[in-house]
């Protein structure tokens, strides 16, 4: 299949000059599908159709009868997708390699409604791109005390694989679909137009992509508009923070913004353990809201530079709040040994369910690590854990992993907050794989 965006959008704009809308019976799509007979069509499988219509944005193979198109689609091809009759039913990017056979980008009803994104994939990208700016400022983002958020996330801003993190003046725009890698000039364009940034950083996620078809040699981070700079200072809930370019992730975890927040109307005259603390978000607020101490410990050298730096950022006093590089589990064990304790301990491991397969082996280690973080737990004191596995998450499994972390620290837990990510990393409910974080706090008797 042929098709460029300027060649469908020649035919919307000629569509819109010559001809009257489509009438109740021809549907915008079935319009393209009759005059762009180079259209490729992916046809459904019969009872298969309605998910789709729901809302469900990943067409799986398993659900696809046949592909209709000469030449066939290539990766990254806008097509069509149709029911089994071959009405079009929504339209989307097509992937020869991934189980995902189409990402659905716009379902009929919308595409007749709104035709000038119909098929096209600047408009579309510049659409999606405005609300996603337009819902953010209705949330109170950016805002004088933060500037670092999520402005697109993927499934739930309606741009299935595409990330993007604002931080102050730079965008770190993090691919995982092969669509998102084809369409990367667009993006990149459509952001620079749409917000007040003076650096792109582009950052493909390559075993992600790697699934996706695409040749990981060709994929590269790069910069865009003037070079970016290695490290970005951002504000969060009025804390300042260095962010690394080369750091995990986007750079900064801003899902946990609210959590953070929570964390310190809480922490005042408190002794915080901050396990996996990353360049410091909880241990900060935990700062601010008036903690007497609080200790940080995380095995990545880089994160830790950058969290003393935010100590010293913030004027914060560096003798209240101390750094350890050391294993989560070490460090537990040995400050198990000297019988210390905390009033509030948070945990938040990195991703050990990266697949549903290992869901069971990760629910031993999320257990350990609970059961540990239990017993460095005052008697009635709190602990915040945290699973960033969407398979943990979504099994619906964290609250009986904690239970049974609970057992073996002879402790009992009571379940006083259960929160997510933050609200803008909005969630599709037809996606429901796009919730990840589980975000608890539990009193510990
Ligand atoms: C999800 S991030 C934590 C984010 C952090 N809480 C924040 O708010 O920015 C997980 C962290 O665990 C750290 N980590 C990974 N393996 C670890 C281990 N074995 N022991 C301690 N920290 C570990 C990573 O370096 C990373 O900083």
Known sequence: M????????????????????????????????????????????????????????????????????????????????????????????????????????????????????????????????????????????????TNAYRLVNSEGDRLSGLIVDVFGDLAVIASSAA?????????????????????????????????????????????????????????????????????????????????RQFLSTISEGQEILDICCYTGGFALNAAKGGALNVTGVDTSVPALELANKNVILNDMDHGRISFLRQDATEFMKDALYKEDSWDIVILDPPKLAPRKKVLQSASGMYRNLNSLAMRLTKKNGLLMTCSCSGAMTQSG???????????????????????????????????PEGAYLSNILLRVQ
Not at 244 to 259: I, P, V
């Open 2 to 145: 042929i098709i460029t965006t300027t060649f469908v959008g020649r035919l919307m704009l000629q569509r819109s000059l010559s001809r009257p809308l489509p009438s109740a019976t021809t549907s915008t799509l079935q319009e393209i599908a009759s005059n762009c007979p180079k259209v490729a069509k992916v046809v459904l499988k019969k009872g298969k159709t309605q998910l789709f219509r729901d809302g469900s944005p990943m067409v799986y193979s398993g659900a696809v009868d046949r592909i209709l198109g000469r030449p066939p689609p290539k990766t990254g091809d806008a097509v069509l997708v149709a029911d089994g009759t071959q009405k079009p039913i929504g339209w989307g990017f097509y992937n020869s390699a991934s189980m995902f056979c189409v990402r659905l980008m716009q379902l009929e009803e919308e595409a007749s409604k709104d035709p000038s994104c119909a098929m096209n994939v600047e408009k579309l990208l510049e659409t999606r791109i405005c609300a996603a700016i337009e819902l953010r400022k209705n949330l109170g983002l950016p805002s004088a005390h």
């Open 397 to 431: 499994m964290f609250l009986r992993v904690l239970q049974g972390a609970a057992s073996m620290a002879g402790r009992k837990i009571t379940v006083l907050r259960q929160a997510g990510a933050a609200c803008d990393h909005p969630i599709d409910p037809s996606y």
């Open 179 to 259: 669509w998102v890698e084809r369409y990367k000039q667009h993006i990149k364009a459509c952001i620079s137009r749409s917000i007040k940034i003076n650096h792109i950083n582009w950052r493909p996620s390559i075993e992600i992509l790697k699934e996706e078809g695409l040749n990981v040699s060709d994929l590269t981070e790069e910069g865009g508009l003037s070079s970016s700079p290695e490290r970005v200072k951002v504000l969060e809930n009025g804390i300042s923070y260095l962010i690394s370019l080369d750091g995990q992730k986007t750079g900064f975890y801003a899902d946990q913004r609210e959590n």
